[in-house]
């Protein structure tokens, strides 16, 4: 359990689907797109698998509603340990205030402190200016950018459509975590 000054980072629990069925109804970036959801049952079964990840898969709750308003994960990678990518994401009722900042700051620092991380790297399609932007605020290096790097959906006429990407990272030595408080219960 993670806490910042607006915000509670939590695992997931089942009575959360609603909440997240909001906005992955429709995700927002082709990147998702195989995380869609399309039922309320679907929800909740995706709840339950969440759930069992709660070490490195957070809700990102606002304290003072409860409501779960994005989400923020990331795992130690099978060949390098030390290493992170995390995946963010907020219902877009709730973009714009900042939550997706505070979120990621709290749980990088869970990452460098607690979680063994060394170097934490992200990806960005080169459209994508807020994540980019958040990554930047966070104090991430641009270390580069892949053309046609990847392919999530299909163009109208069946062929893959490739986006460019954007690499971003921050290693641990790199880090001010002075945001990072954690909370071992409510
Ligand atoms: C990427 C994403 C999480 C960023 O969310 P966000 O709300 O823009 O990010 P932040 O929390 O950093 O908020 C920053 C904005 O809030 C504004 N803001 C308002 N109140 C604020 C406050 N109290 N504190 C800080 N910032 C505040 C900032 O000025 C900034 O606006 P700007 O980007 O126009 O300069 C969000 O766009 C999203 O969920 N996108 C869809 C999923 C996605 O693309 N994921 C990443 C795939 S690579």
Redesign the pocket.
């Known amino acids: 359990m993670l806490e910042t000054k607006r915000l509670i980072l939590r695992p997931f629990l089942r009575s959360d689907a609603a909440d997240v069925l909001e906005y992955l109804g429709k995700?927002?970036?082709h990147?998702?797109a195989d995380m869609k959801l399309c039922s309320l049952a679907e929800a909740e079964r995706e709840m339950e698998r969440r759930g069992e990840q709660g070490e490195y898969y957070f809700a990102i709750v606002l304290k003072e509603s409860g409501k779960v308003i994005?989400e923020i994960a990331a795992y130690p990678e099978e060949r390098q340990g030390d290493t992170f990518s995390p995946?963010?994401?907020?219902n877009?009722m709730?973009?714009?205030?900042?939550?997706?900042?505070?979120?990621?700051r709290v749980f990088f620092g869970y990452l460098f402190e607690r979680k063994g991380a060394r170097r934490i790297y992200?990806?960005?399609?080169e459209d994508?200016?807020?994540?980019r932007?958040?990554c930047e605020?966070l104090g991430m290096r641009k270390e580069g950018e892949f053309k046609e790097f990847v392919s999530f959906v299909k163009n109208s006429d069946g062929t893959p459509l490739y986006e460019n990407t954007i690499q971003y990272a921050v290693l641990k030595r790199e880090w001010s975590g002075d945001a990072f408080i954690e909370k071992r219960s409510l």
């Open positions: 995700p927002a970036v990147c998702f994005g995946c963010w994401m907020l877009g709730y973009q714009g205030k900042g939550y997706a900042y505070e979120a990621a992200a990806y960005a399609e994508n200016l807020p994540s932007r958040l605020r």
